[in-house]
């Protein structure tokens, strides 16, 4: 919500991505991207919704079976629902999961595609039932990737790494933060990340439009007796300001309702 009504956050690279997506699996979508950015506004305007989170799907619907989908239709469907953080407020505990990230050579792993979920969902089940909040995912080659559903940034002696893309989903959010954290005059750099490296920074954070800016408190056994840190503490503040309208600079990343 802003003070100009409900608006939704970076609307236009969302649907980008989603038809990139699509593009990605082969589908022809019968929508432009002005038509969805449309249809989306409008979805939320009739059910109402002040905050909360849509979800845009593009999918081959009936008329075919099997694994070749050519010829089955391609739909859109908009839901959206009323949601506050996924991961709540507090400092989250995470566990390095035993399901590696999907490899790159396996899937198109940059793309949002719906069947990717089911890694993400393993990580986050295994996390949960071992007392944790959230999974950490790591690469083929052992590296920090992501969380099932957010990006993840590491602070160390005042300058911001994120792993780079290749292994992770090229986050809205990590973008925003990272064009946040550079306005600000933070350095923010991509780089491969080791669990070492995140053992032994200062402050962790993970990033996504459901997660927001999620402070990190905990990775399997390392704690981080002071999170969230001051970095951290600023983005989160500076990314919620933006998409509630309080800062100018970034009016142009909302769509009003
Ligand atoms: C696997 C994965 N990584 C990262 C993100 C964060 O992306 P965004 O900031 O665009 O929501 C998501 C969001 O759903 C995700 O599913």
Known sequence: MTDKGPAVFRLKEHIQRLLKGAKTCFMKVPFSEEELIEATLKTVKENGIDAG???PIIYYGYGKMGLDPHGAPVNVSIACWPWGSYLGDSAVKVKTSSFVRLHPRSTHAEA????????SIFASIEAKQAGFNEAILLDYEGNIAEGPGENLFIVKDGKIFTPALGNVLPGITRD????????QGLEVKEKVLTKQDMTSADEAFFTGTAAEVTVIGQIDEHVWKNAPGP???????????????????????????
């Open 53 to 55: 989170y849509i979800r």
């Open 112 to 119: 949002k595609i719906d069947g990717h979920y089911v890694n």
């Open 176 to 183: 925003s933060v990272t064009q946040i954290a550079r306005d």
């Open 231 to 257: 970095i951290t503490e600023k983005l989160k503040g500076l990314y919620l300001d933006a998409v509630h309208g309080k800062l100018p600079k970034y009016h142009k990343w909302l769509s009003v309702v």
